[in-house]
Each structure stands twice: as C-alpha cells, then as structure tokens.
C-alpha cells in the first residue's frame, strides 16, 4: 500500500482528484469571468480582457464618468477622529476674545436666543464644522453667514476650541416630567430612523455631532424642518436630512420637546 | 481502552460549561427583542451578549468537543496511549485561558462587536488575543492528531488507517488550514488597531479574511456530527456501516471543497469581484455532494441494520428500527434539521436568492438550524456514548435521554421554523430592538413569540442533557466493555494510498484556496486608500 506512487498522473486516485476538481475550477472561472459577465444586460465591455477585469473586481473608471454637480454647495469639511486634539490655552484664549461677538445671540450661561443653539461645552469639531460650512456658504444664515466669511481658519479652529473648553451648562428648563418619546429611544427602524442617541449622545458622539440635551425646542425643531424640506444640507451624506425627512411633524415637536426638557 | 479520560473528560465538561452559559444568553436574548417584553433600553447590553453568546458557541465550545473527541478517537480507534498527552492538556489550557482573557472585556461591555469581529468596529485587545489564545490551543490539537496518525501509519505501513481516526485527521485539517484566515485578520489587521498602533483599518479585506474562515468554520463544527454518523450511529443500532470507501471519499470531499467558498457570505460586499463570488458559489454547491453522500451511506447502513432486525419490504425496515435507541433518535433528528438547513443553504449561496434574505433574520435561524439542530444534537448524542466509557459507569437514564432529544429536536424547529419566516418578511438582523407597534413590523410578532418559547424548550432540554451526565457520574461503576466503533459491511484490508492519507488532499485544498482567494486579497492588499477609521468599541468619544 505504501509503495503506490500518488503524485502521478498514473495513479487513478490522483488523475480523477486533480482532473475532476481542475475541470470543474476551470469551467466555473470560464462562466464566472466571460460568459457571465457577457451576459449581463447592461454590460458595457468592450474585450474579453475587459470582462475578466470587471469580473475580477478591478477598479476602472465607470463610463459615465462625469459627475452631477448640485445647484447648491455641500459641505466640504473633513472629519476624523484625529481632527481635534488636546485644546490648547493659547487657542482657547483667543477663541475666548473672539466669541465676544457671539455672545449676543449664543449668550453666555445659556442666556442666548430661544433660536440660537448653545454652543457651551459643544465638542470643538462641531463649532468648527458649522463656521467652515457657514463661510463656505454650505449652510447659510443671514445672520451668521456675514460673520463667517470673515473669519480665518485659525478663528474657526480657536473658536472651537473655547467653546469645547467651557463645561456644558445645565439646560434652562428641565422638565423630568417629559418623557422620552418613542422616536428619540427607539427611532423607527422601517423608517430608517434610528434613535438619536446613536449620534448625538452626550458620551458617545459621533464625530461633528452636536449634544441636544437642554438646547432650544424652537431652535431644534427649526433645524428638523429646515432639513426635512432641505434649506439645510450641509449634514454630511445626507444623515440628517434623511432622518428628518422620514419624521412626522409629532415626532419632531416631541424630540424637540424632550430634548428641551432635559438638564 | 482509554488512558486519557480525564483529558476527555475534562474537555466535555468544559465545553458543556461553556455552552449551558452561552445557552442562557441566547434565551435571554431572544425573550428581550421579543414583544414579550418591553424594550431593555440599553442596545449595548444586548449587543454585549450576543458577542459573548457566539464567541462562546462558536469558538469555544465545538473547539473543546472536536478536541475531546479527537483525543478519544485516537485512543479508541488506534488503540494506544495518545501520544503528546501533555501537548493536549496545554492545548485545553490555552483554550480555557482565552475563553476566560475574551469573555472579561465582553462582559465588561469592551467588545460589543459579535463574534464576526465587524471591522471597523475595534474591541479591546484582550478580546482578540483570548480568541487567538483558543485557536493557538486547537492548532496543538490538528498538531498532535496528525502526529498520531503518522506514527501509527509508521507502525502500521499495511493497514489501512481506522476510519475514525481519518475522519478526525481530516476535521482537524481543515481547521488547520480554515482558521488562518480569522487568524490573519485578527493579527494582522485587527490587533494593531486594538492596540493603538494605527488607528485606520481595511474593513473590506478583513471581512475576505473572515470569510475564509466562516464558512469552513461549520464544516469543522460538523465533523464530530459527521464521524458520529459513519462510526457510532451504525454500530449503535445493530447494524454495520454500508461502505467505508465511501465515508472516506465524503470527508475528503468536505477537505478540498469546503474550505474556499466562503466568499458567499460576501455577496453584499462590494470589494470582491462578482466572477470570484461566481466561483466560490459553484463550489458551496459541491459541498452538497459529500453531504449528499452521507445521506445516502448512512440511510443505507440503517437499512441494513433494519434488515438485521426482520424489516421487510420497501418500508418494513423502518418499522423494525430501534426507535427507542437514544442513538437512532437522535440521527434521525439531526437528519431532518439537516435536510431542512441545508435547503435553506441552498438559497444563502444563491446569488440572486440570497439578495432577498442577505443579513435578515434568516440567517440567524439558517445556523441555528444547522448548528445547534443538526449538530449539536450529535454532540449530546456523542457525549451519551462515549461517557460509560469516560466515567466506568452506565448511564442508566435511557427515558430521560430520549426526552432531552425530542425536546431539543421540537425545541429547535419551534425556534427556527418562525425564524427563517420573519427573515423573509425582511426582518434584519444584528438588531437590539423592534418596534412591534409599527404597522410594518407588527406581522413579526407572533413568530418572534414562538421562536422564545422554542428556546424555552431548548433550555429545558439543556437541563436534562445536564442532569442525564450528572447522573451517570453518580451511578455505580460497571465495565462498558471495549469501545467500538461502526465495522463496515467490507471491512477494508487494504485502501489506496489516496484513501489514507491526506498529501493529495491538502494540496488541492491549498490550490484552490489560492484560487479563489488570491486574487482578491492581493488585489485588496495592492489598493490604496481604502482604510477606514477604527471605531474603539466602549471607548469614550
């Protein structure tokens, strides 16, 4: 037994093993990379060489290679998790002299504006994103878009940096009889909603989200309608506006309740 | 003879321990998103344990019993002492040591992730290095399997190797060869991002490494399954096992083809080429054949045994079966979970198919199906087999036994029938909570009703399976007698030399591997900027 050569085309057991499982590689490569892709109803391919590259999943350039450019401007501002550092104190206090002229309307102690949002304590990429955005007219506001345009990078990144620096302060109306409404616990997953925590957490953020927790009702609903009917659309892939979109007028009046309420 | 009892022993307990926990889990699991309760209000919870549910099912718990009954068949079917005992106690040590490394940062809610690992979602590095510490343990065991077989082969060069002992060799394997995917990806993907070292990863590449492991993965899960139906079930009903050619060619046939399909779980995937996809589907086609082959081996071998017993006629033999043989049950149920899972499989590797249940609740009751029906129901069948002659006492619980089968067979089906239908209604997977209320959900209420009180039952019968090896620990000692295994109707005297080893085998395992892989990993190794960044899982943001 142990002196039958395997190896060998002449030992039954090895031509068959090699043979039938070389035929049957060989036959579903064939299908696979030519006659498949061949068959395809919107194949554009223009050799063999090329259906065995698009077969293969080689990157090519599509053939409708000019992108639609939309009427309006979109955001342009980068965001990963390597985007803000430490603050530094130099940063901060020129922010600090800088936000003097924010305070009128952002307020300081929660003192601003029932439709300015607060800005005490917001994480710094999401004050430097909205100026970015505001200045890159992405999201417009006649009255913060004047102010935008004349800031620098280094105002932005500073500006950022002093609000990220203050602590957040407790929210003006806190209701704890307000409860939770099902769209901010559990979203609505048929919908595509999910639950707003899963951005906006006050410890679990994703990067460039703002926390809601005490803001204005006027001024979050405002912001769900505006994406909803798409005055706003500097949300990066169209988060927001496809939450809101999907939100029934109820729902945002609730969220936007809720978020009020709390501390 | 068995000089390794404690070995085994320890091994099955081990693995026993694991599951009955990582059972309570998936109970609760399926009680919380039920509408039987109110929403548990805290997603991560439950994602924290259905990581600790499948990394303790999937890893641990099969490893420790293909183990341990590894250890045992060697001993059994080569009839000497296994050599490299204390390889083997290491092997269960690293094991349990990173069962134990995994499971704190999991129940510490630090690698909410599930047990596929989801790139770019990072968990601690304790996770990973606790589950490369369980594979580093199995790889001591293909190890030593293989040594075994060589050395026996050495001392034997004219008998043909005990089927038992191929077929152990050759799930060991490919184990071997299917873990290095997850191996390289934890790794060298994976374990530098955990630790701080980068803090981007190539999501898509590391998801075609899982895959190579993901799908060969079940097939070494259903290796005991597989030896229990060639060398235990025959004998244990009376009868003798219909060919022995023919179980052979089967596992060699899960040996070359089972390994590289796994791209099929990537259908959704973008980064893969639809030609590869193509392929790899065409040969998660062929592993049907050696299954096929079973089916047929095994009915055949039963109706040989039926006939034995004075069954006549086209059906009289299945009449004269022993139904009330603990063994004959449990074949049959696993036979009937594996018919029904594997149609469902059929259609997960169907490309325009699975479009319609990719990532549904399908998939999850497809391998619970599998898994916890078919296979693990020959585990426990196993287990009652071989504990006689791990303990030197009888168990003698024979009716309780019968009952923890059927239960766990109705628990099963009652449990994964209404799974697999809410999957076609479109219910997704991988999600903490449902909002039954919504009109468009509403109709999965009911199904997801049943499915709890199926793992009720699941868990009940888990109790007995409990109370049944309990039991024979405390029963009074009794010779079981020599273990035997399933004799063939032709008993081989001689095989060929592809029939008893693996060097062919391998190699072809190994080529088209590199066929169906190669390419896509170079190409995804080749691509630049496709590296995202790490989300730190329980990390504060």
């Known amino acids: 037994m142990s002196a039958e050569r395997l190896f060998t085309f002449r030992n039954p057991w090895f031509a068959a093993g090699v043979g039938i499982t070389g035929a049957i590689a060989l036959l579903s490569l064939i299908l696979g990379f030519v006659v498949l892709p061949y068959a395809a109803t919107n194949s554009r391919l223009t050799s063999l060489w090329d259906a065995v590259c698009s077969a293969a999943g080689v990157p090519r350039p599509t053939a409708t290679s000019e992108t639609e450019k939309p009427s309006f401007t979109t955001s342009n501002v980068v965001m990963n998790s390597r985007t803000f550092g430490a603050p530094d104190t130099r940063s901060v206090g020129r922010g600090a002299t800088l936000a003097m002229q924010c305070a009128i309307c952002h307020g300081s102690n929660r003192q601003g504006q029932v439709d300015t949002p607060n800005l005490e304590g917001q994480p710094a990429a999401v004050v430097y994103k909205e100026l970015r955005d505001f200045k890159a007219a992405a999201r417009t506001s006649a009255i913060m878009s004047p102010f935008a345009i004349k800031l620098s990078e280094q105002d932005m990144l500073d500006l950022a940096a002093y609000y990220s620096y203050l602590p957040r302060q407790p929210g003006s109306h806190p209701d704890p009889a307000v409860t939770a409404p099902q769209v901010v616990v559990r979203g609505a997953p048929m919908r595509n909603i999910p639950t707003c925590a899963s951005c906006h957490g006050i410890n679990n953020a994703k990067p460039g989200t703002p926390w809601l927790d005490g803001q204005s009702a006027v001024y979050i609903k405002a912001q769900l309608q505006a994406f909803s009917s798409g005055t706003r659309r500097n949300d990066i892939s169209e988060q927001m506006r496809n939450v809101a979109r999907q939100m029934t007028p109820d729902e945002m009046n609730e969220a936007a309740r809720y978020y009020a309420a709390q501390p | 003879m068995l000089n390794s009892k404690h070995l085994v022993l320890a091994h099955f307990w081990l693995a026993f321990a694991v ?313 049959t149920f696993s036979f009937v979970m594996l018919g029904f899972g594997g149609a469902g ?89 449902y909002d039954y209320t919504n009109p468009a959900i509403a109709p999965e209420a009911l199904s997801v009703s049943i499915s709890v009180f199926g793992g009720l039952l699941l868990l009940i019968s888990a109790g007995l399976f409990f109370a049944v090896l309990i039991r024979g620990h405390r029963a009074p000692q009794s010779d079981p007698g020599e273990y035997r295994f399933s004799v063939a109707v032709h008993e081989p005297t001689r095989v060929p030399v592809a029939l008893n080893g693996f060097a062919l085998w391998l190699t072809l395992m190994i080529t088209l591997t590199v066929i169906n892989y190669g390419y896509p990993i170079v190409q995804l190794l080749a691509l630049r900027g496709n590296a995202v960044p790490a989300v730190y899982v329980g990390a504060a943001r």
């Open chain 2, 345 to 433: 499989g059929l259609i997960n590797m169907s490309y325009q198919l699975d479009a319609s249940i990719h990532n549904t609740q399908w998939i999850t009751g497809h391998f619970h199906l599998i898994f916890a029906g078919a296979i693990v129901i020959m585990y426990f069948a196993i287990s009652y087999d071989l504990w006689p002659h791990l303990t030197g006492r009888a168990l003698n619980s024979a009716r309780l036994m019968k009952a923890q089968l059927w239960l766990w067979f109705v628990g099963m089906i009652v449990t994964t029938f209404p799974w697999h239908y809410v999957g076609i209604l479109g219910m997704p997977r991988r999600m903490a909570s």
């Open chain 2, 19 to 331: 599951f009955g926990l990582a059972l309570l889990l998936g109970e609760w699991q399926m009680f919380v998103r039920s509408p039987l309760n109110p929403w548990i209000s805290n997603s991560e919870l439950y994602y924290r344990s259905v990581t600790a549910h499948g990394s303790a099912m999937g890893y641990v718990f099969p490893t420790l019993i293909a183990m341990g009954f590894g250890y045992a068949i060697t001993e059994f079917a080569l009839k000497k002492p296994l050599i490299g005992r204390r390889w083997a106690w290491v092997g269960l040590l690293l094991v349990a040591t990173g069962a134990v490394t995994a499971m704190i940062p999991v129940s510490l809610g630090l690698a909410s992730i599930l047990y596929t690992f989801y790139p770019p979602m990072i968990a601690n590095p304790f996770y990973y290095i606790g589950i490369v510490l369980v594979v580093v343990g199995s790889w001591i065991w293909v190890a030593l399997m293989s040594i075994n077989m060589a050395a026996w082969k050495r001392d034997n060069p004219e008998k043909p190797v005990p089927l038992a002992m191929f077929a152990n060799v050759a799930g060991a394997y490919l184990w071997g060869w299917t873990a290095v995917g997850a191996a390289t990806e934890v790794i060298v993907l994976i374990l530098p991002v955990a630790l701080g070292l980068k803090t981007t990863i190539d999501a898509g590449l590391s998801r075609v490494f899982f895959s190579w492991t993901l799908h060969a993965i079940v097939y070494f899960w259903l290796m005991p399954t597989y030896i229990a139906y060639y060398t235990i079930f025959p004998r244990a009903i009376g009868g003798r096992l219909y060919s022995d050619a023919m179980a052979r060619i089967a596992f060699i046939l899960f040996v070359v083809v089972a390994m590289p399909i796994g791209i099929h779980h990537l259908f959704a995937d973008p980064q893969v080429g639809a030609g590869f996809k193509f392929i790899q589907s065409v040969f998660t086609a062929m592993v049907a054949l050696p299954t096929l082959v079973t089916i047929f081996t095994i009915c055949a071998s039963a109706e040989l045994a039926g006939r034995l017993r004075g069954g006549k006629g086209p059906f009289g033999w299945v009449a004269a079966l022993p139904w009330d043989n603990p063994m004959m049950l449990a074949v």
